[in-house]
Structures are given as C-alpha cells and as structure tokens.
C-alpha cells in the first residue's frame, strides 16, 4: 500500500486491484476459520481381525431421492417402493442418513465411499477429477465397479481395483419425457456384469469377495429437474420404478451367489427441494433414506410406535451420512477408508456381540489414529506459541483403550462395544478440535483486516496526502508495520505455516500501518473537515445508514423487507430531489411495485402469459417514453426495429417451447448438436445485447437500447414473471434518472466542475480537468506551508475525497437495487434457490457449466441494467465514478462484516451453509459490483446528458 495518498488517485486501477484482492482473502478466510480439510495425510490403514459377514456389498445410490419420497405411498395408499419397504421392514434396517452442505453429487458420493465431507475449499478445485488425493472403502477391496452418470462414476478412477462404466452425455436430456431410462441403462449393464462374473468357474473377486458393486442411478434427480420437482407424477413413478429394478436385481444376485454372504446398501447423496433444486442446508436436502438388508445387518427391532411414514419408529436409525463407509468396511471385513472421521453405527450391526464389538474397536481405532495424525501435524505448524491438545481425549485415551482391550479379552462384548463408541466419539471431537484449531487467531487477524480496509477506504474518501511533506515522519508507521510483517512471516515460517496465514498476517498489519501513516499525515486537514462537518448531519445520517444497512443485510434472510427498504428510498427520491408531485409520485410507485416482487414466492410454474407479456410492457414502455425526432436517422430507427422484433421472437419462443415442447427435442435441422429453436434461442439470448452498443449517444437513447436488448435475454430464459420484474426495475431507474441528483443545502460534497464525460480511471468531470493534478498542486501547497495553511485546508474542499448526504444516499440506493434485482427475480441466498428449467430453451443435455453459466448470467442482467443506470446517474451529475465505487465497496463491507461474525461451523446444517452463503455473496457482490462498473463503461461510455443535440 505504499502508493497511497495520492498515488491511488493518479492510479486508481491499482486500488481497485488491491480492493479485488483483499475481499479475495477475506471471503476465503472462512473457509481456514471454520472449514478446514478434514484429510489428513500420513495415516496408515489398521489390520483388521473381524470375521466377515459378507463376501460383496451392493451400494445402489438414488441420485436426489427425498426420504420421505421413498417411505411414502401413492393416492390409493400402496407404498411407492414396497420391496424397499419390506426389506427395511421385515429382512434388515431402516433410517435416514443426514448428509451435509453443499448437497450436491460430489460431496455426497465422497462421504458415502470415503467417510468424511469435503471442505468447501477443495469443491472449487475440480468437478470430476479429485481435487485432493483421499482414501475410499474401493482401494481396499479385491474387485469394485461402478455404473452410471459419467460425472459421478469417475470420481473414484484410481482407487484400487475400480473401474466404472458411464453412458454417454447427451443420455442426460431433460427433454424427455421418461428419464427411467438412466437407471434402466445402470440395471441392464449390473446384470451383464453378474452374468460375466458367473459365466466360467475361474475365480472372480464378485465371486471370491471382498467386493463392491457401486450402482448409481440419476434418473430421479434427472426427472425431478425436469417435471418440477419431488412432487411430479414423473419422480414418483421413477420410485416405483427403482424400487421393481432393485427387486429384479436382488433376485439376479441371489441366483447368481447363493452362498448368501452378499450385503445390500441402498441410500442417497442428497435430496431435492420443491423447487426441484438442491445444494444447500435444508432437510429436504440433508435427509437421505438408508435401507440396508443381507448378511451382517441387524433385523427389526419390535415396536408398537407408527412413525409419520408409516413405519416402526424404534427400528428407524439415524446415522451420519459419512458412516456408511465404516459400515460397508465392518461388513466386508476390511480396513476402514483412512480418512474416515466418524465410527461405525453398530446399532445396524447384526450377527452378535462379537462382531459388533470388533467392528466397534476396529473402528475407534481408526479414528485415534487419524487424531493422532492430526494432532502431530497441527504441533508442527501452530500459529501460537504452545500447543494444546484434546483434553478429555489426551487424558483418558490411553485409559479408554487399556479398558477395551481388557473387555474383549474377557469377552464382555457389550462394555467393549460401548467403550469403543465412547472412544471414537472423543475421537472425533478432538478431530473436530483440530481442524478449528486456529480459527480463534485468525478470527481476530481477519476481524482486524476488516476493520483496517474500512477505515483506509474512508480516508481515501476524505483526505489526499502527499508523499513528499516531512518524508523521515511520514514514513514511521510503514516501517513499522513492515518490520512486524517480517516478524509475523518469520515466526509462521519457523511453524511451516500455510501460504494463507501469511496473507492473513500481513493484511491487519499493512492496512494499520497505512491508516495511522495517512491519519499522521493528515491530522490538520482532518480537524477541518471534523470541524465543518454539521453535527446533526453526522449524528443522524450515520446511524440512518447503519440501520439501512442492516435493513439490507436483513432481506437476505426475509426477502420481504426489501418493499419496505424500496418504499423508504422511494420516499427519500421525493424528498430530496423534489420535482413536481405527479413525477415524485410515480417515482415513489415505482420502487414500491418492484420491491412488492420480493413477496412473491421462490417456486414459479411455467408461465407463458407473463414471460411474454412481461416483454410486450417492455416494448410499450419504451415506445412511450422515447425522444421522437424529425432528425433521428434511418440507422437509429432501424436499430430500434429491431430490437422490437428480436423481443417479439423472445416472446413467440417462449409460446412455442410451451405449447409444442417436443420442438427442444427435435433434432430435424440440428446444427453443433442444437435444435433449430435452441440455435435461435443461443442467437437472441447472446445476440440481442450486443446491439446496443450501435445505438446512439443520446442517454435516453441508449439506456432504452440497453433495456430492450437485455429484456430479450431475460425472456428467453424465463419461467414465469421474471420478464414483468425486469421491466419494473426498469421504470424504478427511469424514474431514479428522472428525478435527477440536484443537490439540495450541502448534500452532496462540493465538485470542481461539473457536467461533461467522467471516467472511472478518476479523471475529472469536465473537459481537460486533471485530477491528479489537483493532487498535486494541493500537496504542493501543504508542503510550502509546512502544513499548517488554512489555504491548504480550503483547497482540500475543492478536490473530489469529499462525500456528502447525497453522495452516501445514491451509494446507498444502488446497494439496495444491486440486492433487489437478484431477490426479485424471485432467488434467495442459496444455492438451492435457481430453477434449471430457466435453461431449458438453450439445452437440455446435462452440462454443468453451460447450465450454470446460463443460469449467473439470469443473474446478473438485472444488474448490469442497474450499473448502466448508476454509471450514467454518476456521469450526469458531474461525480467521479471512482469516488462512488469505493463508497460503494466501504458501505458493502460493513453488512459482510456483520456477516462474516454469523459465520457458523456448529448447529444445523441448514444454519451453517447459510450463514456461509451470506458471507460468500456479500464479498463476491463487491468484486461482481466492478466488474458490472467495467461492462456499464462499454454500453454507457460517451452517452450525453442532453437528449437533443447536434451529435445526437
């Protein structure tokens, strides 16, 4: 930060750098806080001396299936999977396995095979292939296979003896209308394993054991997101589909291997909202079904008690998802996976209390080990200066295991058994310990970090300092705080620390160090402005914006105050921009219809009135507000042409799709693997925002271009009234313009010059205005007068580190619409919040990153339109846009703040990932906020002000 003073004012694309990087490191810092890698490296497996029950395991995993789904019956009362049911029942177990966010395929199958749930750090380091290396219960059999989804059965390639067969891609079309056919695709290729496994005599490890036999089946996720969720008629058929195809499958291994030694696992990786979406916290999402049967499963358990689905509510077992590893493992007899955290569920465990206190202590065992591990590891790299480990597991693990061992040498199974779990829970709390070793010491780096950032933007609003005035002065806190920055890096290099804790040490110290260099600098000028600064102002407008803030940071957990927060801006419009009392009252309408979007529901049925009504206002809207001129030009009306046209064909697709949805099928005329009306859709979807840029310089003009070219995006991707907002957001930044930004006593900070073009790169408003001149020649002069001129402090009025009411309430007003134009549209702050069927008129061959891009850019083109609106806003009135963005980024910072201390790693897991969400959308909002600032600059860059004019 040695730039700073003016030099980030010559330069500011260096702060906005710095600004980049910085939220970069703060938002990943939750991550080190509370969600370390729970693998730990250097484990060996344990010998194991169990007396195996089974010879195979049978996995089957039913992509995205709801517990209840499967424990429920049809309208006529008949259970929907009732071979599953009975197995449960009558021949084995039954329970939910609770798994954790994010609830995706990955995350889910790890935890299934592996024992342990990825971090969120290594789920951003690939999709397929393994970001970090780790052990799974494949890499310790003789033979393991797995079948099904391509993007799901590779994740183990390089495990041991496992192999995989996948179908191809485009297998995976939403488009059709029956998508049993992934699952019957995975039953015919089981069966033609099995026959090939018995076809001769030769030894064969499905035969000989120990083996897996890994079945996943997509077609429930697959027709839940295409029909509309766990609800549809498709899904539910789907059950009873999965359910008759295990019952063929087991009767084809019982004939197959009749030595009886074969286990049955049958769960889920997670499952589905009504919204047909999953990834987050909520139980629709966390409650997986486990039915286990065969060989080593304990039967039922008698009880009088009916749960809600109609079964014995004492033989349901509630287990972690990340058990059915050890499980599987006690099961075949084998090692378990060594980088599983959690103790194998004996209260599913059968047979007799040998084996289950065996499997109980090899088990335990495990867990020690992998504490141990960890233990050594944290002491070689603690932060502090002395460690300190697991107490209550320290003290009495050697006790705990002494009194094991007595218990199996005694034969008293049962007390080995319950040590054993004892042991393993300890076990993992001390894991768990670890892991969150040194969050409290990065909590306060980071705490400190914040605060630091927040208080060098403030000062680079306020002040502009010279590098040149007492040079042996002002340099003593940079030299400090870089000798405390080396102090840090040598201590954390002696700990072999991670390359992230360097970054959170020398972040608090070099944003102090260059706060108290500038506050040092600049003591004088900042009396001035403490001195002229109207005390009633500050000591009403600061805790206003701090409740509006946190009126902001509210609406992430109930979209609904956004009305209220909008009906308030609305308010503030007509009050301090006063125009006449027609023009206030339709801007003040206008906020409150778009905030009233926010009450609508998240769960959308497909519409067609609405999303191509949505486009027939849009083209109304902008035909009735449009600058009609004799001298507008064949070109320019002909851009507006067609722009019409191409939101008309918007509209027609979204008919056609919905009356003829086999035409997103057909492939008669396909071109690079698209339908005709798909093709049409990519050209109108990534074509129509280009045409803007050919509109003319005129603001109306352009910022009406912009609005139509993105409002056919918008509707070719819609569902339902997503179109109908983003023509009320529009009118709520028509109006915003209308009403102007006059200034009105003081409110806004006092500007050199005003009107003309302004630049983000912090040039000034008017033509040939220098600002890093000004700088300049405002140093300059503190510097001749020793710094103690009144001039100087006259001078430092003029130059645009001033912020004034005004400035804070456009800064305010765009933070609330960049928020409500992603609430709107009808998502929450969660993954599981984005319907897939918005995509579906562009692809429905499952890819995840094509899908996924689609769906952020649905995202972001309510924001782009309301940056284009806010740059032109800025331009208009004469501010520097530079000067705006950072007030934007400080008053952003304060909700992640208040964020980033709701940050939770204990409670629910519905609580946790959201809190998590929260934290992460606020960071990315500011880097996203620069990046929509860099895009406005391409569709806004050298409009005018006027809308008449030569060059118009």
Not at 192 to 207: C, D, R, V, W, Y
Not at 477 to 505: D, E, K, N, P
Not at 600 to 607: A, C, E, M, Y
Request: proline letters at 5%; aromatic letters at 10%; hydrophobic letters at 45%.
């Amino acid at each position: 930060m040695s730039a700073v003073g003016g030099g980030y004012w010559d330069h500011p694309s260096a702060l906005v750098c710095l600004g980049v990087a910085v939220h970069l490191v703060l938002a990943y810092s939750v991550i080190d806080i509370h969600f370390q890698t729970p693998v730990v490296p250097g484990i060996a497996p344990l010998p194991v001396n169990i007396s195996a029950p089974a010879k195979r395991v049978v996995l089957i995993v039913a992509d995205g299936l709801r517990a209840d789904k499967l424990f429920s019956s049809d309208a006529s009362g008949a259970p929907l999977a009732p071979f599953l049911r009975s197995r449960g029942l009558e021949h084995g177990a039954f329970g939910v396995a609770h798994t954790r966010p994010p609830t995706e395929s990955r995350p889910g199958h790890v935890a299934i095979a592996a024992g342990f749930y990825e971090d969120p750090s290594a789920l951003l380091s690939g999709w397929k292939v393994n970001p970090v290396k780790f052990d799974s219960i494949f890499n310790h059999t003789l033979g393991s296979w797995g079948l099904g989804a391509p993007d799901v059965v590779p994740i183990f390639e390089g495990h041991g003896p496992y192999a995989y067969d996948a179908y191809p891609p485009d297998f995976e079309d939403f488009s059709a209308d029956d998508l049993t056919t992934l699952d019957a695709w995975v039953f015919d290729r089981a069966f033609g394993l099995i026959q090939n496994a018995t076809a001769t005599n030769e030894s064969h490890p499905l035969k000989d054991g120990p083996s897996v036999l890994f079945l996943h089946l997509l077609g429930l996720d697959s027709n839940g997101h295409a029909h509309g969720g766990p609800s549809s008629p498709e899904y539910l058929h789907n059950i009873k589909f999965v359910d008759q195809g295990i019952r063929n499958l087991a009767g084809w291994v019982e004939a197959a291997f009749p030595d009886g030694c074969t286990s049955f696992v049958f769960t889920a990786d997670h499952g589905m909202t009504a919204q047909a979406s999953h990834g987050d916290g909520s139980p629709e999402n966390t409650e997986t079904p486990l039915v286990l049967w065969g060989p080593g499963i304990r039967g039922r358990l008698a009880s009088q008690n009916v749960s809600e689905w109609g079964y014995n509510s004492k033989s349901r077992v509630d287990i972690e998802q990340a058990q059915i590893a050890p499980l599987m493992a006690a099961l075949l007899g084998v090692s378990t996976p060594v980088n599983a955290l959690f103790h194998v569920p004996v209260e599913l465990l059968g047979v007799g209390d040998l084996f289950r206190s065996q499997a109980a202590w090899a088990s335990a065992r495990q867990v020690v080990a992998a504490y141990e591990r960890k233990a050594e590891q944290v002491e070689e790299t603690v932060v502090g200066w002395k460690f300190r480990p697991y107490g209550p597991l320290q003290n009495g693990k050697d006790v705990l295991m002494s009194r094991i061992e007595k218990a199996l040498h005694c034969q008293r199974y049962p007390e080995a058994e319950r040590l054993s779990t004892e042991l393993a829970d300890l076990a993992e709390d001390g894991l768990l310990y670890l892991q969150r070793y040194d969050g409290p010491v990065l909590k306060v780096a980071v705490s400190l970090s914040f605060l630091g950032w927040m208080a060098f933007l403030a000062l680079q609003l306020l002040v502009c300092v010279g590098n040149q005035h007492h040079a042996s002065i002002i340099n003593t806190w940079r030299v400090v705080g870089s000798v405390l920055i080396l102090l840090s890096w040598l201590r954390l290099a002696l700990a072999g620390a991670q390359f992230t804790y360097y970054l959170y040490a020398v972040l608090p110290l070099a944003c102090w160090a260059e706060v108290l260099h500038i506050i040092q600098q600049s003591t004088k000028v900042l009396k001035s402005r403490a001195l002229d600064a109207p005390v009633a102002t500050v000591g009403v407008g600061v805790p206003a914006v701090l409740l509006f803030l946190f009126g902001i940071s509210s609406g992430f957990n109930n979209r609904r105050i956004f009305l209220f927060l909008m009906c308030v801006a609305g308010v503030q419009a007509m009050l301090l921009r006063p125009r006449s009392g027609m023009q206030g009252f339709l801007c003040f309408s206008s906020f409150a219809v778009c905030g009233a979007f926010t009450w609508l529901p998240l769960t959308k049925s497909s519409n067609p009135v609405m999303s191509s009504g949505g486009g027939l206002m849009g083209i109304v809207a902008v035909l009735s507000t449009r600058p009609w001129r004799q001298d507008m030009g064949n070109w320019r009306l002909a851009i507006l042409l067609a722009q019409i046209l191409t939101v008309l064909a918007a509209s027609c697709l979204v008919w056609i799709s919905h009356l003829t949805p086999s035409q997103l099928r057909s492939r008669s005329g396909a071109l690079m693997g698209w339908t005709p009306m798909q093709a049409l859709s990519w050209l109108i979807f990534t074509g129509s925002p280009l045409i803007p840029l050919l509109s003319g310089c005129a603001f109306q003009e352009r910022i009406q271009s912009v609005f139509l070219g993105f409002l056919s995006s918008i509707t070719v991707v819609s569902i339902s009234w997503e179109p109908l907002f983003f023509c009320s957001l529009w009118w709520v930044l028509w109006s915003w313009q209308e009403m102007g930004s006059a200034d009105v006593m003081h409110i806004r900070a006092p500007s050199v010059k005003s009107g003309g073009r302004s630049h983000f790169t912090g040039s000034g408003p008017g033509p040939g205005y220098s600002h890093k001149g000004e700088c300049q020649e405002g140093c300059g002069r503190y510097n001749q007068v020793g710094g103690d001129s009144a001039a100087y402090a006259s001078h430092q009025q003029q130059l645009p580190h001033g912020v004034g009411l005004a400035d804070v309430v456009d800064a305010l007003t765009f933070l609330l619409l960049i928020n409500v134009a992603f609430f709107g549209q009808g998502n929450a702050a969660s993954v599981a919040s984005f319907d897939i069927a918005s995509v579906y008129r562009l692809t429905t061959v499952f890819n995840p990153f094509i899908m996924g891009g689609v769906l952020v850019a649905k995202i972001l083109i309510p924001l782009v339109l309301v940056t284009c609106a806010f740059t032109a806003k800025v331009q208009r009135a004469g501010m520097w846009q530079f000067r705006m963005y950072l007030l934007v980024v400080l008053l952003s910072n304060v909700i992640a703040l208040r964020f980033f201390f709701l940050v939770r790693n204990t409670g629910s897991w519905a609580e946790i990932g959201t809190s998590l969400g929260f934290y992460g959308i606020m960071n990315a909002q500011v880097v996203i906020v620069l990046v929509l600032i860099g895009v406005s600059q391409i569709y806004m860059g050298g409009i005018s002000s006027q809308s008449k004019g030569k060059n118009d």
